[in-house]
């Protein structure tokens, strides 16, 4: 089955940076898209980005332009997102997505939450 | 780029038919039939339920359907239930090859 597993809750302080990571398995890793999309706690959600697990391209939403990386490990089906110049509004759930040609995911990692905090 | 505009909330007794509307611009919502709808319970990750504007994923309820017109897209839930209390999102593709999520509505099943 498709499972799409991320790391655990990290802790930062303002100005660190932060990457967080997506094992992806039951399915083939470069056949799909993966977003990135984050929620501040008690807030709607937000899209950070999409990376293209075959050919390591990516597209960002603007607002996270120069401070956002998206890679990928082929060999291990695993997808990384690393943001930097943190600060306290950077405080979220940060969820990864498979996504399909249509803009749509269908299935979500479970989470990782990012605390940003002195 | 800015949020998809959503009411905050909407409620409905069991059995009754919601409309939770989702309006854009014409560089969104108008432009493109990459229009999507998720459901987030509490503590959970969001779970797609249209895709494609007015499309259902397998396993999901034909009690749920979208639509679209002009830059406003809708979700119908009809014969309400107690587990279709969530938050609802809906998404879509914008031009520069980018993405939108709107502001979120509360569905409460009273």
């Known amino acids: 089955q498709v499972q799409l597993v991320q790391s655990g809750a990290e802790v930062k302080k303002p100005g660190a940076s932060v990457k967080v990571s997506c094992k992806a398995s039951?399915?083939?890793?470069?056949?799909?898209?993966l977003f990135w999309v984050r929620q501040a706690p008690g807030q709607g959600l937000e899209w950070v980005g999409r990376i293209n697990p075959s050919s390591g391209g990516t597209d960002f939403a603007q607002k996270f332009q120069g401070r956002v990386t998206m890679t990928r490990d082929t060999s291990i089906s695993t997808a990384y997102m690393e943001l930097s110049r943190l600060t306290s509004d950077d405080t979220a759930v940060y969820y990864c997505a498979r996504t399909s040609g249509s803009w749509s995911s269908d299935y979500w990692g479970q989470g990782t939450l990012v605390t940003v905090s002195s | 780029q800015s949020a998809l505009t959503q009411p905050a909330s909407v409620s409905g007794s069991p059995g009754q038919s919601i409309t939770i509307s989702c309006t854009g611009t014409?560089?969104?919502?108008?432009?493109?039939?990459?229009v999507a709808w998720y459901q987030q319970h509490p503590g959970k990750a969001p779970k797609l339920m249209i895709f494609d504007v007015s499309n259902r994923p397998s396993g999901v309820s034909n009690r749920f359907s979208g639509s679209k017109s002009g830059n406003t897209a809708s979700l119908t839930i009809s014969g309400l239930q107690a587990e279709d209390e969530a938050d609802y999102y809906c998404?879509?593709?914008?031009?520069?090859?980018?993405?939108?999520f709107g502001t979120g509505t509360k569905v409460t099943v009273l």
């Open positions: 014409s560089s969104d919502v108008g432009a493109y039939n990459y």
């Open positions: 039951g399915y083939s890793f470069t056949g799909y898209y």
């Open positions: 998404s879509s593709y914008t031009s520069s090859i980018s993405y939108v």
